[in-house]
C-alpha cells in the first residue's frame, strides 16, 4: 500500500514566485521525514528533512514544515527559480527501520 | 570521488539472463540501500544492509533478486533470470549509520531486459 503520497503529479510556478509541495502519510510511526529532488538521468539529492518533534525547518529557500496530527507536510520554495525545476520526492521513515517510503513525485516546472 | 558511484550506468540484456548491478557507498557510510524506480513510479525500497547486522530484505519482489555487501563496503545486487518488468533504474544509498540518517544516493544503473 502507498504510505506516503504526493497527489499532484505537477507544479507549474513562475520565477520568483512560492513553490509549494504537499506530502500525506498514513503510518503514524514515521518520524523522519525527507525531501529529496531529481533530475533526469541522475539519482536523487537530499533537500532537507525534518524530525517528527519539530514542526518547521528551514534551510536557505527551503522551508519544510510537519503538521502531525494532519499526517501531513510540505515543501515551499520561495523565491522559485528555474534551475528548482526537477521532480520532487518525499520521504519518511521510522527510527525503527532505516528504509525510506517514497512518494511517487511532483514534477516542479518554474517558468521565466 | 566522495559520493556514491555505481556500475554500469546503463545495462541493456535478454530476456533470461542474470545481471550484477555494482554500488560503491560513501567511505565510512555503514548503512547502504537498494532502491529502484520503474517508469513513471517513485522510488522502491529493495534491500537494507546496516554494519554486521542481518540485512532487511523485505522489499525484494521475489526470489530471483538478492544482493550482497563484501567487507561492509561494496554491494552486489543480482537479477537472475531477469524479465520485462525488471527494467527500472536501480539506485543505491548509504547513510552514516542507519535510521533516521540522511540517505545519499548514486546516479543509478539503468537496466533494460529485451
Known amino acids: 500500500d502507498q504510505q506516503v503520497k504526493q497527489n499532484s503529479p505537477s507544479l507549474s510556478v513562475q520565477e520568483g514566485r512560492i513553490s509549494i509541495l504537499n506530502c500525506d502519510y498514513t503510518n503514524s510511526m514515521f518520524d523522519y521525514f525527507l525531501w529529496y529532488k531529481k533530475y533526469p538521468a541522475e539519482g536523487p539529492t537530499f533537500l532537507i528533512s525534518i524530525s517528527s518533534i519539530k514542526d518547521k525547518n528551514e534551510d536557505g529557500r527551503f522551508t519544510v514544515f510537519l503538521n502531525k496530527s494532519a499526517k501531513h507536510l510540505s515543501l515551499h520554495i520561495v523565491p522559485s527559480q528555474p534551475g528548482d525545476s526537477a521532480v520532487y520526492f518525499c520521504?519518511?521513515?521510522?527510527?525503527?527501520?532505516?528504509?525510506?517510503?517514497f512518494g511517487a513525485g511532483t514534477q516542479v516546472v518554474v517558468t521565466p | 570521488g566522495a559520493g556514491v558511484s555505481q556500475s554500469p550506468s546503463n545495462k541493456v540484456t535478454e530476456k533470461g539472463k542474470d545481471v550484477e548491478l555494482r554500488c560503491d557507498p560513501i567511505?565510512?557510510?555503514?548503512?547502504l540501500y537498494w532502491y529502484r524506480q520503474s517508469l513513471g513510479q517513485g522510488l522502491e525500497f529493495l534491500i537494507y544492509?546496516?554494519?554486521?547486522?542481518?540485512?532487511?530484505k523485505s522489499g525484494l519482489p521475489s526470489d530471483r533478486f538478492s544482493a550482497e555487501r563484501t567487507g561492509g563496503s561494496v554491494s552486489t545486487l543480482t537479477i537472475q533470470r531477469t524479465q520485462q518488468e525488471d527494467s527500472a533504474v536501480y539506485l543505491c544509498a548509504s547513510s552514516l549509520r542507519g535510521s533516521q540518517e540522511t540517505q545519499y544516493f548514486g546516479p543509478g544503473t539503468r537496466l533494460l531486459v529485451l
Open positions: 520521504a519518511a521513515s521510522s527510527n525503527s527501520w532505516g528504509k525510506l517510503q
Open positions: 544492509f546496516q554494519g554486521n547486522s542481518a540485512p532487511d
Open positions: 567511505s565510512g557510510h555503514t548503512a
